[in-house]
């Protein structure tokens, strides 16, 4: 089981230019997030989807988009990026939205935004 | 929502036992303590988790006080790999955001051979 893949690993954009994460999981979990982490700081979730067909916002959501594709792809799409938006992007799946159910993560997108 | 207190940074002798500490003063009766860690340039991985008494696993074990105020991280023989931030994190089992990941700012471990 490869568990949470990420693609791209890395990319640079300029301001303005949009782009989609991608991340995709392999053990049939319902819930699936996104996060962000600054420099020397912990994540923050971006959005999350606690089973297919549904997405709700977490802390940070602005300037962010996101789809469940099916329930093993979860995507998060930056319509205009902003070098506010230059960040490692984690993406992590579980079983579901309790307070017992283990987050597995991915290894990560290192995104900077001109 | 309940917060923890870490220690910025640690340092451990390799083949050593450390003790990672976190505070957790407003602690509800509902609240379970999560330990993740995040090895350098990866993603967090979880590590253990309990509600009021001691847990082991494979990884670790995990000392919780008996006011559940404060609880300690123990890895028995860090080596290297165990070179990581770690995060003491609440997860509320009394509320819909049972989901939500904390992540603070972490102790930072550095293990020296």
């Known amino acids: 089981n490869a568990g949470v893949t990420q693609t791209p690993k890395f990319q640079v954009l300029k301001t303005g230019q949009s782009m989609t994460l991608q991340c995709a999981q392999d053990m049939n979990h319902n819930s699936m997030y996104w996060y962000r982490q600054d420099p020397g700081m912990g994540l923050r979730l971006i959005y999350y989807?606690?089973?297919?067909?549904?997405?709700d916002k977490g802390e940070v959501p602005n300037g962010y988009n996101v789809s469940r594709l099916n329930k093993r792809e979860f995507s998060l799409r930056l319509e205009s990026a902003a070098p506010s938006q230059t960040s490692v992007y984690f993406c992590?799946?579980?079983?579901?939205?309790?307070?017992?159910?283990?987050?597995?993560f991915g290894p990560g997108t290192r995104l900077t935004v001109l | 929502d309940a917060k923890t207190t870490q220690p910025n940074s640690m340092e451990s002798n390799e083949e050593e036992p450390v003790h990672l500490p976190c505070n957790h003063s407003?602690?509800?009766?509902?609240?379970?303590i999560h330990w993740y860690r995040q090895l350098p340039s990866q993603g967090p991985e979880y590590v253990i988790h309990?509600?009021?008494s001691n847990v082991n696993n494979r990884m670790a074990s995990l000392a919780i006080a008996e006011d559940r105020k404060s609880s300690t991280l123990i890895l028995h023989r860090a080596t290297l790999r165990d070179a990581a931030v770690y995060y003491c994190i609440l997860r509320s089992a009394n509320s819909n955001s049972g989901y939500a990941l904390n992540f603070g700012k972490g102790t930072s471990l550095l293990v020296t051979p």
């Open positions: 992590a799946s579980s079983e579901g939205v309790t307070y017992t159910d283990t987050q597995y």
């Open positions: 309990g509600l009021t």
């Open positions: 989807s606690a089973s297919e067909g549904t997405t």
């Open positions: 407003t602690i509800s009766g509902t609240d379970y």
